[in-house]
Structure formats: C-alpha cells, structure tokens
C-alpha cells in the first residue's frame, strides 16, 4: 500500500521537484557516509533507487 501511494506523490511532482527530491536524498545519503553512517547511507541511496525506478519504470545501472 505505501509504495502505491509514494508512486501517486512522485507522479503528482513535477520535474522541478523530483530533480530537488532527487537531490535532497542524493545530499542525505553523502553527509551519512561522511559521518561514517554507512547503514543510513545504504538506505537512502536504496529509496532513491526504488525512487527513481518508480519514476523512470526501470533499474538504473550503479553510478
């Protein structure tokens, strides 16, 4: 049920914000590694990832 209703938000966004959304989790994820908080790094990088397969409709490839 909630991965239904984070899909409905992000289709709702626009590009606009889904480029700020992006980037916000993309900024939470780099502070957590530099503060050596690997395990929070790890799931903010994996819900920009279901993020953007959500958006997108396909896995993106590891930067």
Known sequence: MKAAQEEARYEAM???QL???FN???K???E???NLE???AAQVRDRL???KKRVFGVEL???
């Open 14 to 16: 626009s590009e606009k």
């Open 19 to 21: 480029a700020r959304e």
């Open 24 to 26: 916000a989790l993309e």
């Open 28 to 30: 939470k994820m780099i």
């Open 32 to 34: 957590h590694a530099k």
């Open 38 to 40: 690997f395990e929070q």
């Open 49 to 51: 990832a279901e993020m």
């Open 61 to 63: 490839a590891s930067e």
